[in-house]
């Protein structure tokens, strides 16, 4: 029981992360690789503001104690101003690989600072001690606590879900998706692309930093390795499983992935080498046969009527729309779904 | 068909300021000059062709001013105010306003194959160019939702109409990538008319457009500038030039050689000499 406790809360966390990094990559277009980066700050800033004062040769920053749920919204501020310098960097002109490869460096960066600089955040020992914050104010036992927060963890998701939906069919998220399929042309209509993007990236990114001061409870500890820039990639998998740019998909495919991730992995031989193998292999086949993930996104996002005929085909997440074979089939279809 | 066309305008008496004004436009591409002493007006209400053969600048002209390139020298102003010209203290470069600034001043453009946001409905597509960018903050969007909603509301039923005006209310939420050329091109003008700009430019409308939907694009320009937009036209089918436009430019290698009429040009040695003998006349 216990252990589906663990396995449901962990996905719970990744789905949060999974959903700030779908509204930059799915809304968006862009292919970013720091966040893990944010999560892993994000874990960081809540350990250093929780676990005191350190005891030597341990060392790191800062060293508070404060409650956790301060220490949790304070963390998550770092992380989005972290994340507005990187974006402010990255986002103007940069696109494509490029983007990817500047956000992937600068990850790396940290990641690397990090290990090296001990007085940050202790390097390869990491962090550890921030156990169940409040579990005797509560008054529960271990598995009661881990039971609880395995609670809070599905409350949270909930709440970022329906903050996605709800900036999903907006018209904030109508431009987002304007811009992603044609800057150029959007531009032509007054749309600011940097302005845009970026609000959309801090957005994302506090939902990885939340994501990342949960996850420090979770493990009790943080140090690097926890967070390898390539942990990003089994994220990505969920998304394309579930569906890029849907909000609902990617939840379900994390939690998809997540859980036949674990239970595969438990029975295979050689544990961790094999996961990698089958992160990749998972991937090559969603791009391959159904790169638009198990639910596509609906035409201009949430709550948006639901063009399916000749959305199907049009979704694909190379940005190429295929043509629908006979427009009358389509105009039929879009006759028949639901208007804005 | 009928004729469009305004009476010519009298010349004596004051003008009013021209809606677009373009002095001494310059702009080299590597080796390439693009456009050369460049210069030209456009007055308010009026339709305007800009005409010229293949490599005369007219596109360049056209990306120029609508912000999507910054001009070598020259001067550009649109409603009294400068979006290019030379930058402080007589420097050299040419200081440019940004496309999507320019576009907010009420110039829209559109571009030689039309860019429609595929992955939008038709629907959404025009309700986005309706440009209601106090609908797309985000902190009311996370804050306002319903209410933005509810402001929507008003934009929704005029983008529908304006789908139904040009023939689009049935295929308000299909995909957009998913229409035809045709269709897309129509789709084009349906955004125009939704964002309701001061000037329209359109970069060649009728590339492979059949005749009888040229005959539907070419009303709906003169509906624009009855409607009391300013609209230039690039194009090269002429006899669509003549019904339409009240005036025309005409470019070569760079620079106009005429400004006028489309009556007055069949007589101008210079426009003959560029289109080598052309038949100026109805086709």
């Known amino acids: 029981m216990m252990y589906w406790v663990s396995v449901v809360t962990e996905a719970g966390i990744f789905a949060i992360l999974a959903l700030g990094l779908d509204m930059v990559w799915g809304w968006c277009g862009d292919f970013d690789l720091a966040f893990y980066g944010y999560l892993a700050l994000g874990s960081y800033m809540t350990m250093v503001l929780t676990i005191g004062k350190p005891v030597p040769p341990t060392q790191y920053i800062l060293g508070l104690s404060l409650p956790y749920p301060l220490a949790v919204v304070l963390a998550d501020i770092a992380v989005v101003a972290f994340a507005a310098i990187i974006g402010a960097v990255t986002l103007r002109n940069l696109r494509e690989i490029y983007f990817a490869v500047t956000t992937l460096s600068a990850v790396s960066a940290l990641y690397l600072f990090v290990q090296v600089y001990t007085p940050l955040f202790d390097g390869y020992n990491g962090l550890f001690g921030l156990v169940n914050p409040g579990q005797a104010a509560l008054n529960l036992t271990y598995n009661g606590y881990r039971t609880f927060f395995m609670a809070v963890v599905l409350g949270l998701l909930g709440l970022a879900y329906l903050l996605v939906q709800r900036v999903s069919g907006s018209p904030f998220g109508r431009m987002l998706r304007a811009v992603r399929d044609d800057e150029q042309a959007a531009r032509a209509y007054g749309r600011g692309i940097f302005f845009a993007k970026y609000r959309a990236y801090l957005f994302g990114a506090a939902l990885a930093g939340l994501a990342g001061g949960l996850l420090a409870v979770f493990i009790s500890a943080f140090n690097t390795s926890a967070w390898a820039p390539q942990e990003l990639l089994l994220i990505y998998a969920a998304i394309l499983v579930g569906g890029r740019g849907n909000p609902r998909g990617v939840i379900i495919g994390v939690f998809v992935v997540y859980v036949a991730f674990v239970e595969l992995t438990r029975f295979l031989p050689f544990g961790d080498a094999m996961r990698q193998i089958l992160i990749g292999l998972l991937i090559i086949l969603m791009l391959r046969f159904r790169p638009e993930g198990i639910f596509a996104e609906r035409p201009g996002g949430a709550r948006a009527g639901g063009a399916r005929a000749g959305g199907a085909r049009a979704g694909r997440t190379g940005n190429q729309v295929g043509e629908v074979a006979d427009p009358a089939a389509a105009r039929a279809a879009g006759t028949k779904a639901a208007g804005t | ?283």
């Open chain 2, 1 to 283: 068909m009928a004729d469009g066309r305004a009476a010519a305008p009298a010349t004596a008496g004051p003008q009013p300021a021209p809606l677009l004004a373009i002095e001494n436009l310059a702009k080299s591409f590597g080796g390439v000059t693009a456009v050369r002493g460049c210069t030209f007006t456009v007055a308010e209400g009026t339709v305007v062709g800009l005409i010229g053969p293949n490599g005369a600048g007219k596109s360049t002209v056209v990306d120029l001013v609508s912000g999507f390139g910054r001009p070598d020298a020259g001067r550009i102003s649109f409603a009294g105010r400068e979006i290019a010209g030379p930058a402080r203290w007589g420097s050299r470069r040419v200081k440019t306003m940004r496309p999507d600034r320019i576009a907010r001043l009420g110039i829209i453009r559109t571009f030689q194959n039309p860019r429609e946001w595929p992955q939008l409905t038709v629907l959404q597509n025009v309700l986005l160019a309706r440009c209601a960018f106090g609908h797309e903050s985000l902190w009311r969007t996370l804050t306002r939702a319903r209410r933005i909603r509810r402001e929507e509301a008003e934009d929704l039923a005029v983008a529908r109409q304006i789908l139904d005006r040009y023939q689009l209310g049935d295929l308000a939420d299909v995909r957009a990538g998913t229409l035809s050329g045709g269709q897309k091109r129509l789709l084009e003008f349906a955004r125009i008319a939704a964002a309701g700009p001061r000037l329209v430019i359109l970069d060649e409308p009728m590339g492979g457009v059949n005749p009888v939907l040229g005959g539907r694009i070419g009303d709906a320009i003169r509906q624009f500038a009855a409607d009391g937009h300013t609209v230039i036209v690039v194009e090269h089918n002429l006899p669509f030039i003549e019904r339409i436009c009240d005036e025309v430019i005409v470019m070569d290698v760079g620079e106009v050689i005429a400004q006028g009429s489309f009556d007055g040009l069949r007589g101008n040695p210079r426009v003959v000499d560029a289109y080598l003998g052309m038949d100026l006349s109805h086709g």
